[in-house]
């Protein structure tokens, strides 16, 4: 089965829209295997952001990230980064359908709630920063037989 790395922003933590959030990946069928709160250091945002080093939003995202916790998660399942990736919407708010997570939360771009892994590869980069190999959790989700052959 397919991982991706979710976090929950700060201003979802802030908002309190977690268990909303949450409950959106729980009711389409995926597996929660790896949770955690906590406080990013400038250390792990700028190792989180690499790939943007350099640009004008670089600073700022990194010291938005560790303005207040974050929810850190593994998830799993059938094809998970893309449908993470459909759910969330797109990283603008303002151009994210209605019925996505970042159209029914994000305010705008910087304060849009959520970060996914855009790819498998990604989402192993990722979680490898947030989380230890025993930290993942392996077992059966009850009903996970009637989610997919």
Known sequence: MEKTFLM???DAVQRGLVGKIITRFEDK???LVGMKLIKVDRSL???HYEEHKGKGFFEPTVNFIMSSPVVAMVWEGKNVVAIAREMMGSTNPASA????????YGMDIS????HGSDSV????????LYFRP???LE?????EEWLSE
């Not at 990604?122 to 490898?128: G, L, T, W």
């Not at 077992?139 to 009903?143: D, I, V």
């Open 29 to 31: 069928g995926c597996k």
């Open 139 to 143: 077992y059966n989700k009850a009903g």
């Open 97 to 104: 359908n209605p019925g996505t997570i970042r159209g029914a």
């Open 8 to 10: 929950l922003k700060p």
């Open 134 to 136: 025993e930290e993942i």
């Open 121 to 128: 590869a990604s989402a192993e980069r990722e979680i490898a």
């Open 45 to 47: 945002a700028e190792r």
């Open 111 to 114: 304060r849009n709630v959520i």
